[in-house]
């Protein structure tokens, strides 16, 4: 599927976090357009079940055609919360689940068709085969372009991709947060020729004064002059520099933030100072 280099996720575009008026996403729509990112992400859920509306009435105000740009959402939580009456967080991947999330998607993202639809978090009561039906409806109707899980293990990933094509495994990536780089799950993706998709890319690093974080911005301070990046495209480019070729969600709410990254998509950095922030994330050497 076409895909932008970054993927703008709205996560905390709504109640959930900035509380952006319907302005205000106008403007972190366009400013991401104006920087090539045209790929948003969301999921169900987002904003108490409110986000992909504010996205989708805010969508319908902007001068751009909606084959230029990409929808992503996810679902399979259902979250108790004022808009719902779920009685208990859970997972839910029935069929009558899926066509129902999915019709609700398209209504408040106000378009005929989602480009990726991903099951937001693996369920141990999750029935391949029927997954796998509800997806061959979806795409024969034209309702879902592509299909991708999020969060799942590797073999989470195959027992589904067995039964169904899938696209992508959205999963955490960070300099803090580096347990796909040795657990299979990146490798995995790599044998199969498909790109991952990482959230929380910037992981803890400016929300937390921990030891490990300390040790993170000496390295990031030793090195933001010699690529003339500042400490966020840093963080990016760690991500990028993986031969799994990582496809990043930026969660930010922030303008200006969008274009810093989008900017940062030029920062490559070297063998060996990719290195050094693998160690300052361990705390150790490598063995």
């Not at 084959?67 to 009456?85: F, H």
């Not at 169904?164 to 999963?171: K, M, S, W």
């Not at 990146?186 to 300390?214: C, H, T, V």
Request: proline fraction near 4%.
């Amino acid at each position: 599927m076409q895909i932008s280099p970054l993927i703008v996720g709205t996560m905390r575009w709504g109640i959930w976090g900035a509380n952006h008026s319907e302005k205000q996403v106008q403007h972190l729509i366009e400013t991401a357009l104006s920087q090539g990112l045209t790929t948003f992400d969301h999921a169900d859920i987002y904003g108490d079940y409110t986000g992909e509306r504010l996205f989708g009435n805010t969508l319908q105000h902007c001068s751009v055609a909606r084959d230029s740009v990409q929808l992503i959402t996810k679902c399979g939580i259902e979250m108790p919360c004022a808009n719902r009456d779920f009685k208990i967080k859970s997972y839910n991947y029935s069929a009558e689940h899926l066509l129902k999330s999915v019709e609700s998607s398209l209504r408040n993202l106000r378009t005929d068709y989602i480009d990726l639809l991903l099951l937001h978090r693996p369920s141990p009561l999750m029935i391949p085969q029927e997954i796998a039906s509800t997806f061959d409806k979806l795409k024969k109707e034209g309702k879902v372009k592509h299909f991708g899980v999020s969060n799942f293990s590797p073999s989470q990933f195959e027992l589904l991709d067995s039964e169904f094509p899938l696209v992508t495994n959205q999963f955490e990536v960070s300099v803090n947060e580096t347990k796909a780089f040795y657990n299979g799950t990146l490798d995995q993706l790599m044998l199969k020729k498909l790109r991952p998709m990482a959230w929380s890319i910037m992981g803890n690093y400016f929300s937390e004064n921990s030891e490990q974080n300390l040790r993170i911005k000496k390295v990031l301070n030793e090195l933001a002059p010699k690529y003339d990046a500042t400490e966020n495209q840093l963080l990016l480019a760690f991500i990028l520099k993986h031969p799994a070729r990582i496809l990043p969600v930026i969660g930010t709410s922030n303008a200006e933030t969008l274009v810093t990254l989008a900017n940062g998509l030029r920062a490559e950095l070297s063998r060996e100072d990719w290195f050094k922030l693998l160690e300052a994330s361990r705390g150790t050497a490598v063995e």
